[in-house]
T-cell receptor, first 115, second 113 residues
Framework: DTEVTQTPKHLVMGMTNKKSLKCEQHMGHRAMYWYKQKAKKPPELMFVYSYEKLSINESVPSRFSPECPNSSLLNLHLHALQPEDSALYLC??????????????FGPGTRLTVL | QKEVEQDPGPLSVPEGAIVSLNCTYS??????FMWYRQYSRKGPELLMYTYSSGNKEDGRFTAQVDKSSKYISLFIRDSQPSDSATYLC?????????????FGKGTKLTVNP
């Protein structure tokens, strides 16, 4: 199984709503990532989890709150978002060991619209 | 100067053409070089990866890395309409663990039947 799954596929929320994005992988990868991608731009790194611990936070506003409940799951909790936060949110995972394959494997993304 | 430069195109070619996509970079510490393909409204898909300098071939795709020139290329032979997508180059310094990928801007390719 070489798949990263993400739910929901689409999400529309108001600026006062609280919602969560979910990501799952069963490849045994111990690093997981959240990216934000705006139209016609490359993915922009938000957070990195390594062995279920937050290792990188790219100065993301606190209205985005990541969580890694176990080695297969990654959540992104959203609260009080702004319209400019509308984007494709991508989850990715990668192997931890130096003998494993390089590169990150991406999910299909959640297309978020903030009204 | 950005760490990774990639011509955003767009690039339009007829079916069957050979396509050449390129990136240049400035960070000599990059060792792992990847190409991702992203279809419209989908997540990026890892197409090929190369460690250090050299060539790698996979079917119709060939990836080349020239570390001395800090230049990487992706060649697509016998291009098909299904190859129409945005191609992103990506690079990292380290393989293990929480690698930070540095992406190019992506090149949008259209292969016309």
């Amino acid at each position: 199984d070489t798949e990263v799954t993400q739910t929901p596929k689409h999400l529309v929320m108001g600026m006062t709503n609280k919602k969560s994005l979910k990501c799952e992988q069963h490849m045994g990868h111990r690093a997981m990532y959240w990216y934000k991608q705006k139209a016609k731009k490359p993915p922009e790194l938000m957070f990195v989890y390594s062995y279920e611990k937050l290792s990188i936070n790219e100065s993301v506003p606190s209205r985005f709150s990541p969580e890694c409940p176990n080695s297969s799951l990654l959540n992104l909790h959203l609260h009080a978002l702004q319209p400019e936060d509308s984007a494709l949110y991508l989850c990715a995972s990668s192997q931890k060991t130096r003998t494993g394959l390089p590169g990150q494997f991406f999910g299909p993304g959640t297309r978020l619209t903030v009204l | 100067q950005k760490e990774v430069e990639q011509d955003p195109g767009p690039l339009s070619v007829p079916e069957g053409a050979i396509v050449s996509l390129n990136c240049t970079y400035s960070n000599s510490a990059f060792q792992y070089f990847m190409w991702y393909r992203q279809y419209s409204r989908k997540g990026p898909e890892l197409l090929m990866y190369t460690y250090s300098s050299g060539n790698k071939e996979d079917g119709r795709f060939t990836a080349q890395v020239d570390k001395s020139s800090k230049y990487i290329s992706l060649f697509i032979r016998d291009s098909q309409p299904s190859d129409s997508a945005t191609y992103l180059c990506a690079m990292s310094e380290d393989q293990g663990g929480s690698e930070k990928l540095v992406f190019g801007k992506g090149t949008k390719l259209t292969v016309n039947p």
